[in-house]
Each structure stands twice: as C-alpha cells, then as structure tokens.
C-alpha cells in the first residue's frame, strides 16, 4: 500500500532564507505531484514530476525527483511573504489511472 | 482556460439528508475524481471516474455513491448524511498531460 509522508509539516521561516520540503513514498509511484493550497482555497497544481532525476523549476520553487530514493523535494529559494500557504506532495501508484496518495501537508510561513 | 467548477461553495445540511454535490469540468478530460480534506489527514480519494457510467472506489468509498452519466459532469452523493461527513469535498479533473485541475471546493456541514 503506497503512503506518502511529508516533512516537516510546519515550517517558519524568515523572509530570505532558503529551505527544503521533503516528500516519501513508500512504494514504486509513476509521478510525483506538488500542489499549493491557499486557506479556504482548492489545490493550485505546482508541479508533475514524470521520471527519475526530473527537475523542474518555477520562480522560487525548485521541485526534483530521486525514485530510487522514493524521494521528492521541493526547495524554496530566498523565500517571501507570498509564498506562505501549505505544500502537499501527491504520489500516483496506479498506473494511468490518477489515483494519488497526498502527504499531509507543510504549512509554510514566511515571516517579513 | 483550464475550469473545474462545484455547485455549492458552503452547504449545511441536517443528519439523514440526501445531499448531492455537483461538479463540472470544461476540459473533455476523461478521469474525474472526488476527494475530501480534512485537518491533519489531508486529502483522502472518495471514488474516481475514468470515463461515462463507470466508477471505482477510493480508499474512503463508505457512506458515498458517485453518479457519471455525461463527460463533463461527475457527482458525489451522500444517501444518508451523518455528522462525520462534514469535511471539505474537492473535485478534480485529469487529462492526457497528467496533471489535475481541483475545483474550489464545497465546505459540508452536516448538523
């Protein structure tokens, strides 16, 4: 049974300073999602990580893959106030079918 | 643009009720999922859809029932609601690029 667990699941931390979220998973998964969540918002899709060694990169947030591993991380370079809100990592372990498994979440707050 | 859209944004219902809540995609994709969040669990799959009239089970399929009869229109249905169904329902859409598009979400309260 696949399970997804993130850390750390909250995180302060100052406005300039770089810092990673990690995501494992315990079983073979064929992507690895990253979604932002605004409080009261749905999910705002970040990122699809589609194979080993996959790095892909958007403004602040740098997110890669080690499947080996079963490992993803999502590294947040010289962080700002708006990149507060809560990160969910997201393994899909069934073929093509988009059933994913979410960690529970990283609150980030970046204070000014 | 890419659109996921729920009927209700807040719904309160009372225990016993049968709710419906409705979720429309603009996309032609064809698997369509619902979940729901709640504190500390994240986001857990209720029932997934990956084309007309046909549906499989989540991980949390109890107390809910999923109804597809047209490609862009994919419901959730509570037959009996109870108080340890209130939660936050999210619909999604995927496509052939993998990604999946949520919805705004409906917070359900049920009393």
């Known amino acids: 049974e696949l399970k997804v667990e993130q850390n750390p699941l909250f995180l302060s931390m100052q406005e300039g300073k770089n810092y990673t979220i990690y995501c494992n998973y315990s079983?073979?998964?064929?992507?690895l999602y990253w979604y932002r969540q605004d409080p009261g918002k749905s999910l705002e899709s970040l990122f699809v990580?589609?194979?080993?060694?996959a790095v892909k990169q958007e403004g602040r947030l740098m997110a890669s893959l080690d499947t080996k591993a079963r490992l993803s991380t999502l590294h947040i370079t010289a962080a700002v106030h708006d990149l507060s809100a809560t990160y969910f990592c997201?393994?899909?372990?069934?073929?093509?079918?988009?059933?994913?498994?979410f960690g529970q979440g990283t609150t980030l707050q970046v204070k000014p | 643009d890419v659109k996921v859209t729920q009927s209700s944004r807040y719904l309160v219902k009372r225990t016993g009720e049968k709710v419906f809540l409705e979720c429309v995609q603009d996309?032609?994709?064809?698997?369509m999922f619902w979940y729901r969040q709640d504190p500390g669990l994240g986001l857990r799959l209720i029932y997934f859809?990956?084309?007309?009239?046909?549906?499989e089970k989540g991980d949390i399929p109890e107390g809910y029932s999923v109804s597809r009869e047209k490609k862009e229109r994919f419901s959730l249905i509570l037959e009996s609601a109870s108080t340890n169904q209130t939660s936050m329902y999210l619909c999604?859409?995927?496509?052939?690029?993998?990604?999946?598009?949520f919805g705004p979400g409906t917070r359900l309260t049920v009393t």
């Open positions: 997201a393994a899909d372990g069934s073929s093509n079918t988009g059933k994913l498994i």
């Open positions: 079983t073979t998964s064929d992507r």
């Open positions: 990580l589609l194979s080993n060694g």
């Open positions: 996309m032609d994709h064809e698997n």
């Open positions: 859809s990956y084309d007309v009239k046909m549906k």
């Open positions: 999604a859409a995927q496509g052939g690029s993998y990604e999946q598009y």
